[in-house]
């Protein structure tokens, strides 16, 4: 199964768009098991909210573009990884170990919807 973990995090935070080379190396490190290992498909950083925008179009209405930073939000998502988890508890696991590399950090877990896996209409 395919789970995408996003994580987010202050913004306002010194390392969050500046990490230093000890966590570059421990990131490097993960990153370089897992891909060995089978279980990540692709994971990137992304830039701050203030490079981004926010596309909304609430039901019967317009589609309205916000752009950023996103000054109401304290967190941000940071990036993302894809990864291949046998099942909800071992991606879980996979993402407290993910998780572990950071001083404060929130990781959304989520199952990937396999097309294959559809109901037939």
């Known amino acids: 199964m395919r789970f995408l973990m996003m994580h987010r995090l202050d ?4 390392e969050a768009w500046n990490p230093s080379q000890e966590f570059i190396a421990k990131m490097g490190a993960m990153i370089q098991d ?3 290992r089978g279980i990540l498909i ?3 950083g992304v830039h701050p909210s ?4 926010l596309v909304r179009k609430d039901r ?7 752009d950023g930073p996103f000054t109401e939000a304290k967190e941000v998502i940071g990036g993302f990884a894809l990864i291949n988890a046998e099942d909800r508890a071992q991606a879980v696991r996979y993402a407290q ?10 990781v959304e877990v989520r199952q990937v919807v396999e097309f294959d896996a559809l109901p037939q209409s």
């Open 50 to 53: 203030e490079k981004g925008a």
């Open 34 to 36: 897992w891909s060995e």
């Open 42 to 44: 692709t994971a990137e």
């Open 97 to 106: 170990e993910y998780a572990d590399l950071f001083e404060e950090i929130e």
């Open 60 to 66: 019967g209405a317009a589609t309205k573009v916000t």
């Open 11 to 14: 913004e306002r935070a010194p």
